[in-house]
Nanobody
């Protein structure tokens, strides 16, 4: 099982980036893919995920309306389109395969995701 992130870069505030997560070694359709990020000195947090069954998507409140998750099953790849980037979006972004389960009161559980990628750095300058 392997997940490889790419697309991280240095960008000015207000700019855009598209991250990619290429998956291999497992049946892509059987698992949700999630995007997470960890800023220096902070805990890793869930950014977005897309469920494997019904393709329902989750977004953290901090990125709603700015980030869009999508998947290309033919390429076994999940994308995270990021727009209107802010300095506080600066972090290492990771993707992982697992279960994207959430409710109105509970965000997806990171412990339900495994097979993490190595991460890609996103830096947003002010």
């Amino acid at each position: 099982v392997q997940l490889v992130e790419s697309g991280g870069d240095l960008v000015q505030a207000g700019g855009s980036l598209r991250l990619s997560c290429a998956a291999s070694g497992f049946t892509f359709d059987d698992y949700a893919i999630g995007w997470f990020r960890q800023a220096p000195g902070k805990e890793r947090e869930v950014v977005s995920c897309v469920s494997s069954s019904d393709r329902v998507t989750y977004y953290a409140d901090s990125v709603k309306g700015r980030f869009t998750i999508s998947s290309d099953n033919a390429k076994n790849t999940v994308y995270l389109q990021m727009k209107s980037l802010k300095p506080e979006d600066t972090a290492v972004y990771y993707c992982a395969a697992g279960v994207c389960h959430f409710t109105d009161y509970h965000r997806p559980d990171q412990s339900e995701f495994g097979a993490w990628g190595q991460g890609t750095q996103v830096t947003v300058s002010s």
